[in-house]
């Protein structure tokens, strides 16, 4: 509703957001009291939750392979009503080597600072696992920065032809893929800095870093598919 300019289409996504930051809030401090405070995290309830998080994980890589079919099924063979060329006729597509070879290196940083944060815990580098969550989110504020800029610079809107729909899509839905796992990854940086977090029981940071690898390589897939080869 958004995107095609109806009216309150803008509370209706606030409050979207709103509520599940919410429903986030309650589950990261149930597992938070349960985890830390209560001793509930067994090594049985932890391969619990790790294998309820896997197949959670798996239930993401089945919503993003939904929009690349959308994608593709578009594009491979565009549709004669579209001028039958993919980009259709009328649509500048964004240049991939701008913003979004910029994003992409920014991601991908952020990847190796948490993969670093996560070892440096687990060898009992306190100060340089914090150093590592803290880059991860900066360069995760960024990224998001980045796109919400080109989102405004974009010279199409959602309503733009199966183009637009697409496009926004793939890549809003990533969008709100990486704020929720900076989202996820402050908690975990928040966690470290309360000593929290240990060497051989940090369950949730672990967690974070999983959604973040997958955030990466999503975003791989998005940049080579629906920036590069799609906009040519």
Known sequence: MYFHGFENGGALLTLGFVLTAFAMILWFRDVILEGTFLGNHTKQVQRGLNIGFALFIISEVMAFFS??????????????????????LGIDALDPFAIPLLNTLLLLSSGA????????????????????????????????????????????????????????????LHGLHVIIGTIFI????????????TSDHHLGL???????????????????????????
């Open 186 to 197: 402050t908690v975990g940086f928040v966690r470290l800095v309360l000593y929290h977090l």
């Open 206 to 232: 672990e967690a974070a870093i999983l959604y973040w690898h997958f955030v990466d390589v999503v975003w791989l897939f998005l940049f080579v598919a629906v920036y590069w080869w799609g906009g040519a």
């Open 113 to 172: 600072f948490i993969t670093y944060s996560h070892h440096a815990l687990i060898n009992g580098n306190r100060s340089g696992s914090i150093i590592g969550a803290f880059l991860t989110i900066v360069l995760a504020v960024l990224f998001t920065g980045l796109q919400y800029y080109e989102y405004l610079e974009a010279g199409f809107t959602f309503a733009d032809s199966v183009y637009g729909t697409v496009f926004f899509a793939s890549t809003g």
């Open 67 to 88: 929009v690349f079919w959308g994608f593709f099924h578009a594009s491979l063979s565009p549709d004669v009503l579209v001028g039958s060329s993919w980009p259709p």
